[in-house]
């Protein structure tokens, strides 16, 4: 399917399905920009009138040449979201029925064409994605073409927009993909193979795979536990974007994500039915590659550091048992109380290497933790972090990108529950309570004084987001890049 724009548009592209916006001003219907044929049309319906213009209302009619009109109500004040959710589910309404569609983009332009037409690019691109890779039978939909049909002249910036929003629905489609991939499938070797092949095809990226030996060599003794138990080799990737005008002072920003590509809890085992879905647990690695892809194709002026701990938490005889002291990269002993809190142990590692770069922030995401879930549902992320001025940016850019992300507070007590008493530290808290900041407080441990530093919990967005149109509602859904990516593009 691709998305067109077709501007000084006399009439509309499609001959099959036109669909045209309806707001509302005061209880009244307000049929901005509809050519007087259309209105005729629609006014000559005897049942018209029980079309109330509410927010994703779909009434039909026909134009006298047979093209089938479809009327969406938007209510009043549509923002852009609700323009992604409106068009993202009248897409899979007819991707099936029609091979072509027509967008009348005057109907729907509000405060800013260009905005809407980011917008309504991206609900089409990402609700029409489908993981059928598996499947015998294909996913293939009907329709091939959609055009975003205008009166007005075509603009440079109308362009840019379209191209945008279109790279950044691939980037969080890509990111599902690896997402949604089989635990057989995706291990952390073969996932390394799969970002540095995709790696290769983007401008001025550095890809390098760090193995077994090399991270014996940066002793990364949290890292390494986290995978005694695994039928497979540990792979941090190392990815790098130089942008072309780099100088001295260029920003650097670097990312971090989790990559556990299974989790069964280790010898602290998951019960059955919470060990389905862990192969989600690398959502935290494929959010960031998406961001730091998506960065790269749109040309960031900033340098991007994208880190990537792969590895999953399995159980044989050389399994790490709960109990067992391990040393970190930077120097300080962890006691492991619980093998299942393994994702702090690989992002602690990860964090350290990340300080040695000295850049001018860190982010990590992560699915780190269930009581993020408890706290902020199924709907919203966590963000904690040591620097209030790196939060306030990065909710700002979450807003708007219309992405739900809530702070949450890392306090002095929350830091000393971490302390052990065999140990520099320990890596679960004695009470429950607080789950979600107490790991953050204990990844803090981590991160060089001085270098501003994000965590987002996104252990409850990386999958479903059933109230979301344009995302599936099983399988992975791509949120937070659009976040990280807003920041990575306007630091």
């Given at each position: 399917m691709k998305v067109q724009l077709n501007f000084a548009a006399k009439s509309h592209k499609s001959g099959q399905l036109v669909l045209i916006g309806v707001s509302k001003k005061k209880d009244k219907l307000a049929f901005t920009n509809w050519p007087a044929n259309y209105l005729d049309a629609f006014k000559k319906m005897t049942n018209s009138k029980t079309f109330k213009g509410t927010p994703g209302e779909i009434f039909y009619f026909a134009l006298p040449s047979g093209t089938t009109m479809a009327a969406m109500g938007m209510g009043e004040n549509a923002t852009l979201e609700n323009i992604r959710n409106q068009m993202a589910s009248f897409y899979k309404s007819v991707k099936e029925k029609y091979e072509d569609m027509s967008i009348v983009l005057d109907s729907f332009k509000g405060k800013n064409m260009d905005e809407t037409i980011g917008a309504i690019t991206e609900a089409l691109y990402l609700a029409g994605y489908h993981f059928d890779k598996y499947l015998s039978k294909k996913n293939n939909s009907l329709m091939k073409n959609i055009y975003l049909d205008s009166s007005g002249k075509k603009s440079e910036k109308a362009q840019e927009n379209l191209d945008k929003a279109e790279v950044i629905s691939s980037c969080m489609n890509f990111a599902r993909d690896l997402v949604n991939e089989p635990p057989n499938v995706l291990n952390s070797e073969t996932y390394a193979k799969e970002i540095e092949k995709d790696a290769h095809s983007l401008k001025r990226v550095k890809c390098q795979i760090l193995g077994r030996i090399d991270l014996k060599k940066e002793n990364m003794g949290m890292f390494l536990a986290v995978n005694a138990g695994s039928a497979h080799e540990p792979r941090l990737v190392h990815l790098t974007y130089t942008p072309a005008k780099a100088q001295k002072n260029t920003k650097?920003?670097?990312?971090?994500?989790?990559?556990?590509?299974?989790?069964?809890?280790?010898?602290?085992?998951?019960?059955?039915?919470?060990?389905?879905?862990?192969?989600?647990?690398?959502?935290?690695?494929?959010?960031?590659?998406?961001?730091?892809?998506?960065?790269?194709?749109?040309?960031?002026?900033?340098?991007?550091?994208?880190?990537?701990?792969?590895?999953?938490?399995?159980?044989?005889?050389?399994?790490?048992?709960?109990?067992?002291?391990?040393?970190?990269?930077?120097?300080?002993?962890?006691?492991?109380?619980?093998?299942?809190?393994?994702?702090?142990?690989?992002?602690?590692?990860?964090?350290?290497?990340?300080?040695?770069?000295?850049?001018?922030?860190?982010?990590?995401?992560?699915?780190?933790?269930?009581?993020?879930?408890?706290?902020?549902?199924?709907?919203?992320?966590?963000?904690?972090?040591?620097?209030?001025?790196?939060?306030?940016?990065?909710?700002?850019?979450?807003?708007?990108?219309?992405?739900?992300?809530?702070?949450?507070?890392?306090?002095?007590?929350?830091?000393?529950?971490?302390?052990?008493?065999?140990?520099?530290?320990?890596?679960?808290?004695?009470?429950?309570?607080?789950?979600?900041?107490?790991?953050?407080?204990?990844?803090?441990?981590?991160?060089?004084?001085?270098?501003?530093?994000?965590?987002?919990?996104?252990?409850?967005?990386?999958?479903?987001?059933?109230?979301?149109?344009?995302?599936?509602?099983?399988?992975?859904?791509?949120?937070?890049?659009?976040?990280?990516?807003?920041?990575?593009?306007?630091?």
């Open positions: 650097h920003i670097v990312l971090v994500g989790k990559g556990l590509t299974f989790d069964t809890g280790g010898y602290s085992l998951k019960p059955g039915d919470s060990m389905k879905g862990m192969k989600y647990d690398m959502a935290g690695s494929a959010t960031v590659y998406g961001a730091f892809r998506a960065a790269s194709m749109l040309g960031a002026d900033i340098k991007i550091t994208c880190l990537m701990g792969l590895t999953d938490n399995a159980v044989n005889e050389h399994a790490i048992m709960p109990d067992s002291i391990v040393t970190a990269r930077n120097g300080k002993t962890v006691e492991i109380l619980n093998t299942d809190a393994e994702g702090r142990l690989v992002l602690g590692d990860v964090l350290s290497y990340a300080c040695d770069l000295k850049p001018d922030a860190i982010l990590d995401a992560a699915t780190l933790t269930g009581a993020v879930l408890v706290a902020l549902g199924s709907e919203i992320a966590g963000l904690m972090g040591n620097d209030q001025k790196l939060m306030d940016t990065l909710l700002k850019h979450a807003k708007s990108c219309d992405e739900y992300l809530w702070q949450l507070p890392v306090i002095e007590p929350f830091k000393k529950e971490m302390k052990s008493k065999t140990a520099d530290l320990k890596n679960i808290a004695e009470s429950r309570f607080a789950g979600s900041a107490k790991a953050a407080a204990f990844l803090e441990n981590f991160v060089t004084e001085g270098i501003p530093w994000a965590h987002f919990d996104i252990a409850g967005v990386a999958e479903g987001q059933k109230h979301l149109s344009y995302c599936p509602e099983k399988g992975g859904s791509g949120i937070m890049v659009r976040t990280i990516l807003s920041y990575l593009l306007n630091v």
